[in-house]
């Protein structure tokens, strides 16, 4: 398995299923299953990951991506997991799920089944200390709704948003109602 030359983690495959990672020291893992791209920057600006007309960027140092079958996408992050920013860019309509893992496999935070349609963009922000805390505004989700560059809505989460959190949390945003075929 090629691994940049500045990777000083170890990584064994399972070689059954080339998704499953077995074992890695440090770091953690963002993953997300959908008809989306998922981008995740750095406090540098750096990125990694495909951006919304399919560039792929792999910027961030240490960092790489793990697997893309084209429907699921999984990426190491070296250092704090919680110390990035993520964002997931819809290609088509359909639901997503979106996690992010300590490379000792707890979860940390997840997103299932949420409704997307092509062209919205979710942006994932986590303040490490009120997701330990258990906080309900420990992930700051930014929303923009029509693709437009501009984020329309946000909601906040305890680090594991549902279809149901948006259903409660996205009402009305500017007078105008939005409806959850509009996430």
């Not at 890695?24 to 540098?44: E, K, Q, Y």
């Not at 960027?57 to 704090?80: C, M, T």
């Not at 420990?138 to 693709?147: E, K, M, R």
């Not at 906040?156 to 075929?181: M, P, Q, R, T």
């Amino acid at each position: 398995v090629g691994l940049p030359a500045n990777n000083l983690t170890a990584v064994v495959y399972n070689l059954t299923d080339t998704n499953d990672i077995t074992s890695v020291s440090g770091g953690g893992f963002a993953a997300l299953d959908c008809p989306a791209d998922l981008v995740i920057t750095d406090a540098d600006g750096n990125k990694l990951g495909y951006d919304a007309d399919g560039n792929f960027f792999s910027e961030i140092p240490g960092a790489y991506q793990v697997f893309d079958d084209g429907e699921a996408e999984k990426y190491y992050l070296p250092g704090n997991v919680l110390d990035y920013t993520y964002f997931v860019i819809a290609k088509d309509e359909g639901t997503y799920n979106f996690t992010i893992k300590e490379a000792s496999g707890e979860e940390l935070v997840a997103s299932h089944d949420i409704i997307i349609e092509g062209g919205q963009v979710f942006g994932y922000e986590i303040d490490e200390e009120k997701l330990e805390d258990g906080d309900a505004d420990a992930v700051v989700v930014s929303i923009d709704t029509d693709g437009d560059g501009e984020f329309d809505l946000q909601l906040e989460d305890d680090g594991h948003l549902v279809i149901e959190d948006v259903a409660e949390n996205v009402e009305v945003y500017d007078g105008d109602e939005v409806s959850l075929s509009g996430i």
